[in-house]
């Protein structure tokens, strides 16, 4: 069972459903009870990093998710979802992340349109599960004006060019993220769902 962490900020529907079109059994709730008892978690997230991760510490999950995290479950965050998972964010001032992986998320620069709208590809640097049959180059639905910027090359798993290589995947043992949305990426998002299934199972 994955559990969907609703904390008013993401695309619920749209992520519950991508899930179960591969199969994937997916309760989404706000019940801290439940969360702490999660074999899987996922972040997902539209909006601002602030009003987030303000949102996740008034309904005390916070802690809940950084505990479970140390647990070893698999846990993966879906574009805003992945930025809370780092350090802290320049979007608004500065905020304080979950700090699962450590660096932080900063605006787009240069001459490219922000925010970031569309379909582009991804670029694999290194293989993981999540990725797993998904052909280099493929192309994911983004919508995002911030990208996040490890302390340590080796949490990207693959990036993606726009005025900067910006990474697109992340990982850190069971931690895990996308920048893109997979729920709005066809046939390879889904399979990019159905991977984290099958870690699930496996974890």
């Known amino acids: 069972m994955i559990t969907i962490i609703d904390y008013g900020m993401g695309n619920l529907k749209s992520v519950s459903k ?5 199969g994937e059994q997916v309760i989404v709730t706000k019940d801290s009870k439940i969360i702490r008892e999660a074999e899987a978690l996922v972040v997902p997230g539209v909006g601002a990093f602030g009003d987030a991760i303000k949102n996740l510490k008034a309904m005390g999950l916070t802690d809940i998710i950084k505990d479970k995290a140390r647990e070893g479950i ?9 930025q809370l998972l780092f ?3 320049e979007e608004g001032g500065t905020h304080e992340g979950l700090d699962l992986l450590k660096g932080s998320v900063v605006k787009f620069r240069g ?11 991804i670029k694999r640097v290194r ?3 999540l990725v797993e049959g998904i052909e280099d180059g ?7 004006s911030y990208y996040v910027k490890p302390e340590k090359e080796e949490f990207v798993v693959a990036v993606t060019p726009y005025s900067v290589d910006f990474p697109a995947v992340v990982c850190r043992d069971n931690v895990m993220g996308v920048q ?12 990019l769902l159905k991977n984290f299934g099958e870690m699930v199972r496996c974890s």
């Open 138 to 144: 493929s192309y994911f639905y983004f919508v995002h």
């Open 127 to 129: 293989p993981h599960k």
């Open 111 to 121: 001459n490219v349109k922000v925010p970031h709208v569309g379909w582009n590809q």
């Open 87 to 89: 350090s802290d964010s």
């Open 180 to 191: 893109f949305h997979p729920e709005k990426s066809s046939s390879r998002g889904l399979k």
């Open 18 to 22: 991508a899930f179960e079109k591969v």
């Open 74 to 82: 698999p846990l993966l965050g879906i574009c805003l979802g992945m």
